[in-house]
């Protein structure tokens, strides 16, 4: 299941999977260049864990929890626009093991999200 940050990131509860929201890719425009941070380093919840360079803007990623980096995507390095086509699922960045659960719990679910969105 995923769970969404108000800083746009999305965090899936059962892999671990941190990407962007379809709203944050829409808002960056065209992905030219992805960040992508040391395999192993540790996170906490809030602290910028990688940029994304569109054509319009550059953007920091949030880290939705905190832990350990364990995995991250080299597709989108390489493939910067999967970001743009896919970002919940393909254009994942990176992968986190969650140091501390209740964390989890204070993301927002997708229809939180959504009314976030609705009000900006």
Known sequence: MKKYAKTH????????LVGISNHAQEQLGDIVFVDLPQVGKEVKKGEVILSLESVKA????????????????????????????DP????WLVKIEPTNPSEIEELLTEEEYKKILEGE
């Open 58 to 85: 550059a953007g920091d990623v949030y880290a939705p929890v905190s832990g350990k980096i364990v995995e991250v995507n080299e597709k989108v390095s390489a493939t910067p626009e999967l970001v743009n086509q």
């Open 88 to 91: 919940e699922g393909e254009g």
């Open 9 to 16: 990131e999305w965090f899936d509860t059962e892999t671990g």
